[in-house]
């Protein structure tokens, strides 16, 4: 197993927005903001990379804004975030893909809203295109559990490594007792 560092790998996060993530029945609202906002910090608290896009932030009723609590956390990587007008699958949208390359990063931890409308396709494209992808699965969730089911499948088959908040932020500290473990710790029992 190639272990990601906090060196080599950049946090991507995708349509955690406040009306998409009322569609994750699969995880729990709380639980999937309390990972979001658990990968948005770490990642700022470390120095790595964050890349934030949205899917029509302005159909309010619908998908609405970014979560706001992201907006605190990474007033930078919030402002820069990619906006985009409905493409679905977000690597498809040249901006987007492009801000993740230019992390010059070749591991991507990857989290996004639906699984299986907004996660699944940018997630098995950007490995396709050569980086190595781990997807968050509590901090993602579909409309229904066969829907969850199928995208999990469709990503590993692929290639795409899956694991959890917990998981994946102990991967990246390696030593709790690191200026990493610092950061980490707060956040995971908080």
Known sequence: MQRFNIDDTAMILIDHQ?????????TPL?????????LASFAQGVGMPLVLTSSQESNVD???????????????????RIKRIGVVNA????????????????NFVMAGVTTDVCMVSPA???????????VVCDACGSTNQIAEEMSWRRMERAGV???????????????????AGEVAFPLLLG
């Open 18 to 26: 406040t009306g998409t993530n009322t569609w994750a029945s699969t």
């Open 30 to 38: 709380e639980l999937l903001r309390r990972n979001v906002i658990i």
């Open 62 to 80: 619908v998908q609405g804004p970014l979560m706001p609590e992201l907006e605190a956390i990474a007033p930078d990587a919030f402002a820069a």
């Open 91 to 106: 690597w498809d949208d040249p901006a987007f893909a492009e801000a993740c390359r230019r992390t010059g990063k070749r």
């Open 124 to 134: 098995i494209s950007a490995v396709e295109e050569g980086f190595n992808v781990q």
């Open 161 to 179: 490594r899956l694991t959890s908040t917990n998981a994946v932020v102990a991967e990246l500290v390696r030593n709790w007792a690191s200026a």
